[in-house]
């Protein structure tokens, strides 16, 4: 199965912190892709565990790899990153 990676920079004000890391878990476990997400230094969870997000201190500048596979890897990724890094 391929593995679809996309690196970002994080735009949103409050990083991936409570609200917007729920919303990130809940669209990323609608999905079929399996995704997670890592930081620069290698840490990598999965993207379905709001706990698991949290561990990751992911504030607004800060740059993260989201991995996905399956069906529908490429439309989640779009979606995460809209989350992540709102235009």
């Known amino acids: 199965m391929t593995v679809v990676e996309r690196r970002l920079v994080v735009t949103e004000e409050a990083g991936l912190h409570a609200r917007p890391a729920a919303a990130f878990a809940q669209t990323a476990a609608r999905a079929a892709a399996e ?29 993260i790899v989201l991995r996905a596979s ?15 890094a709102p235009a």
């Open 35 to 63: 995704v997670t997400v890592a930081r620069e230094d290698g840490t990598e969870v999965p993207a379905r565990s709001v706990l698991s997000l949290m561990t990751l201190n992911i504030r607004c500048g800060d740059a």
């Open 70 to 84: 399956g069906t529908d890897a490429e439309s989640t990724l779009d979606a995460l990153e809209r989350i992540a």
